[in-house]
């Protein structure tokens, strides 16, 4: 069922259900209303035929001719007086054939509560007790309301046709709304199936951003605009790295031709070997590092964890930069420790946290002028804090956000040393995987620090 036929059914019935309650409402206080006003005028009566029969230039055939000729709302009524002695004062009915006939449980009643009223056949009756002075009596007086039933029966025909009525507007009126409801979640669907990964720069109306529809567009424009920012990310870095794998795939293939167009002697077939060796090793870095970037994308969830001593992780380092280059050279420095024997661990993989830590100590060593990185780790509250400090050109304030993007390369230092631009950004997501980061300061002229924050595991 569409959701607009639901909404006006389940909008009818919640409206019908209150016409029906208010309905009986009205009847049932209608009905008790014109009950208990027939009541009280058949008391009025009475009291008004005591008052008469105690005065004494009304005479009880002066009564019986007032009930006759006199005009009145009781149909077929009937009045029945006793005197203190229980003898019958005065008699009268409309119909001679259908008198009031009192019983001794009536008349008990009736002197056990003063007034009492009851039912006597289609009739309603009243007994009451009046006293004074001189007269002491006990008067019922029984008739019919056909104003009443008539008038119940007229209401009855109104309330019916009026909530047959109702629920006939409610119906249409409700089908409107239900249009006006959803229509703009259609225009919603509409728009959002506009949008495809070849076009993410769609986006919702959001208006004021008040109402939930408002909301959940402001919400889907978000994602996507981090579904566009993923996607053209994906996109330079595939580009990139098209770029970066064909360039000395291009440069080992025009030395190699150049070399084979003529005999040459052993001396420049060695140059070409070394130039398209140290080609080919550069391209082996870029290949390893695109795969390490493939392997730690994603979730940490499929990687084996363990607790990890990063003092002795750290160690590592000097002869992990000797295999790269013998010109490297790390210091490290751990006089920044506390005096404690608590272990330095985090929980994470310890050969992607090596591979982090020495991404970025290669790249310090490598704007070094000495080729020197300084290495040094503090503890600070639950977190471990690792500093690594060159003394290169150092980077602009207007290229440190940048330096994290894959394939980035500053074009003032690019001249200096060769590289891919995987390395600090490879570093950054396996330090992000474990809830890490880190942080560039940096000084043009002066050298850069990085320092990469973790959890004590």
């Given at each position: 069922m569409k959701i607009r036929y639901r909404i006006t059914?389940?909008?009818?019935?919640?409206?019908?259900?209150?016409?029906?309650?208010?309905?009986?409402?009205?009847?049932?206080?209608?009905?008790?209303?014109?009950?208990?006003?027939?009541?009280?005028?058949?008391?009025?009566?009475?009291?008004?035929?005591?008052?008469?029969?105690?005065?004494?230039?009304i005479t009880p055939d002066l009564i019986i001719k007032i009930n006759k000729t006199s005009p009145s709302a009781f149909v077929n009524k009937s009045i029945v007086t006793y005197d203190n002695r229980y003898n019958e004062a005065f008699t009268y009915n409309?119909?001679?054939?259908?008198?009031l006939v009192?019983?001794?449980?009536?008349?008990?009643?009736?002197?056990?509560?003063?007034?009492?009223?009851?039912?006597?056949?289609?009739r309603e009756g009243v007994g009451i007790v009046y006293k004074d002075a001189n007269y002491d009596y006990?008067?019922?007086?029984?008739?019919?309301?056909?104003?009443?039933?008539?008038?119940?029966?007229?209401?009855?025909?109104?309330?019916?046709?009026?909530?047959?009525?109702?629920?006939?507007?409610?119906?249409?009126?409700?089908?409107?709304?239900?249009?006006?409801?959803?229509?703009?979640?259609?225009?919603?669907?509409?728009?959002?199936?506009?949008?495809?990964?070849?076009d993410l720069s769609l986006r919702l109306e959001t208006g004021n951003g008040k109402n939930e529809l408002q909301q959940l567009a402001i919400t889907i424009n978000n994602l996507l605009a981090r579904l566009q920012l993923s996607f053209d990310t994906q996109r330079r870095f595939i580009n990139n790295a098209s770029h970066e794998l064909s360039t000395p795939l291009s440069s080992i293939g025009s030395q190699l031709d150049v070399a084979l167009q003529r005999e040459r002697t052993g001396e420049e077939y060695k140059r070409v070997l070394v130039s398209v060796n140290e080609d080919v090793k550069n391209l082996g870095q870029l290949v390893k590092s695109l795969l390490e970037i493939a392997k730690v994308s994603g979730s940490p969830s499929g990687i084996e964890l363990t607790t990890?001593?990063?003092?002795?992780?750290?160690?590592?380092?000097?002869?992990e930069m000797k295999k790269i280059s013998p010109a490297y050279n790390v210091k490290i420095n751990f006089d920044e420790l506390p005096d404690t024997d608590e272990p330095l661990t985090v929980f994470g993989n310890e050969p992607l946290l090596l591979c982090a830590v020495r991404n970025v100590v290669h790249n310090a060593c490598k704007y070094s002028p000495d080729k020197t990185a300084l290495v040094k780790l503090q503890q600070v509250n639950n977190k471990i804090r690792i500093f690594v400090i060159d003394n290169g050109p150092g980077i602009p304030?207007?290229?440190?956000?940048?330096?994290?993007?894959?394939?980035?390369?500053?074009?003032?230092?690019?001249?200096?040393?060769?590289g891919s631009g995987l390395g600090l950004p490879l570093a950054e997501h396996i330090v992000r995987m474990y809830n890490g980061s880190i942080e560039v300061e940096s000084i043009p002229g002066d050298g850069s620090a990085f320092i990469i924050t973790l959890n004590i595991g």
């Open positions: 059914l389940v909008f009818t019935g919640i409206v019908t259900v209150i016409l029906i309650v208010l309905c009986l409402g009205i009847y049932f206080f209608s009905e008790k209303n014109l009950e208990q006003q027939f009541r009280q005028r058949l008391r009025l009566k009475a009291v008004s035929t005591a008052t008469m029969l105690k005065t004494s230039e409309d119909n001679p054939n259908d008198s009192v019983s001794n449980d009536l008349i008990q009643k009736t002197k056990e509560y003063n007034t009492y009223y009851f039912a006597y056949g289609n006990l008067i019922f007086v029984v008739a019919y309301d056909d104003s009443r039933d008539g008038w119940l029966t007229k209401l009855k025909l109104i309330l019916v046709v009026c909530f047959f009525f109702s629920v006939s507007i409610v119906i249409v009126t409700g089908y409107i709304f239900s249009v006006g409801l959803v229509n703009p979640i259609n225009k919603l669907t509409n728009r959002i199936n506009r949008i495809s990964s070849k990890v001593r990063v003092d002795e992780l750290l160690l590592h380092l000097p002869s304030e207007k290229e440190i956000k940048n330096i994290f993007q894959p394939f980035y390369r500053s074009e003032e230092t690019n001249y200096l040393v060769q």
